[in-house]
C-alpha cells in the first residue's frame, strides 16, 4: 500500500481542492486563499502560487523576519457519482514566507515550510514526519486519476461489475443473485478500489491488487486487462 507520506504528496500535487488557512485572514473570503498551483521543493516545502494582491500575499509579506504559521487544507473527492464521495482530507502545518522572483508575473510563490501533515482517508489516519514527507514521492497515476476513473466508469461499466466474482465465495452468490454496482472510487499503481453499492444505504469497498505496481498508463493497461480477464472465468 502507498505510505501516508506518499499520499500526503499525491494529495498536495493532485487536482484536489486546497485551502491555505493564515491566522487573522477572513475565511468569508475563502475563495482568495485557493492556491492557483502547488508543488512540493526538495526539502519538502511546499511552494504555493497566488494572485500577488492576495490576502496571502500580503499577509506572508507583512509578517517579514516574523514566523507566520500557517495551514494547507486538502480535501480529496471522489471524481464519478458515488455514496460517500469524500475520500480522504489532509492538512500541511508549517511556516509561510513569500519568494518573489520565480512565479509568473502578477503572482507570486509562498512558501510552506514543512513542520507536520496528518493524513485521514481510505487508508486510515496516521501522521507524516517532515523526513517522510520530503522524501516520498507522488502516486506516477496521480495526473491521470480523474480521467482513468470517469472512463472506467462510462465505458466500462459492465466489466467492472464482473469484478464481484473475485470477491469469494459467499459475496459471488450474493452478486449471483443480484449484482450490485462496481463504482471505480480510487486507483493508484498499485491497485483498484471499488464501491460495490448494493441499495441506497448499503455499499461497500473492495481492494484489486495488480500483479506488481505500475509505473505508467500503459502498465495500468496491463494491469487492468489482467484483472478483467480473471473476472471473466
Not at 513542520?115 to 489516519?125: F, K, M, S
Not at 462510462?154 to 450474493?174: I, S
Request: hydrophobic share 40%.
Amino acid at each position: 500500500m502507498p505510505s501516508a507520506a506518499e499520499r500526503t504528496r499525491t494529495l498536495v500535487q493532485s487536482t484536489c481542492s486546497a485551502l491555505l488557512l493564515v491566522p487573522g485572514l477572513d475565511l468569508a473570503r475563502s475563495e482568495h486563499l485557493i492556491p492557483d498551483s502547488r508543488s512540493v521543493g526538495p526539502e519538502g516545502d511546499v511552494f504555493l502560487e497566488f494572485p500577488a494582491d492576495s490576502p496571502a500575499v500580503r499577509a506572508a509579506t507583512h509578517a517579514q523576519g516574523d514566523e507566520l504559521t500557517a495551514v494547507l487544507e486538502l480535501t480529496d473527492v471522489a471524481p464519478v457519482s458515488v455514496p460517500h464521495r469524500i475520500r480522504g482530507r489532509a492538512r500541511v502545518s508549517g511556516w509561510l514566507t513569500s519568494v518573489p522572483g520565480i512565479a509568473r508575473p502578477g503572482r507570486m510563490m509562498l512558501r510552506l515550510e514543512f513542520g507536520e501533515a496528518y493524513v485521514d482517508d481510505l487508508w486510515g489516519a496516521e501522521d507524516i514526519e517532515p523526513e517522510d514527507f520530503r522524501d516520498a514521492a507522488p502516486d506516477p497515476l496521480v495526473s491521470h486519476e480523474v480521467e482513468l476513473l470517469q472512463h472506467l466508469h462510462a465505458a466500462h461499466d459492465e466489466q467492472m461489475g464482473t469484478l464481484c466474482e473475485l470477491l469469494g465465495e459467499r459475496t459471488a452468490q450474493a452478486c449471483a443473485h443480484r449484482r450490485p454496482s462496481a463504482v471505480p472510487v480510487a486507483l493508484d499503481r498499485f491497485g483498484l478500489r471499488v464501491r460495490f453499492i448494493e441499495s441506497k444505504d448499503a455499499c461497500f469497498d473492495a481492494r484489486f491488487e495488480f500483479p506488481e505496481p505500475v509505473r505508467d498508463v500503459t502498465g495500468l493497461r496491463r494491469a487492468m486487462h489482467t484483472l478483467f480477464e480473471a473476472a471473466s472465468h
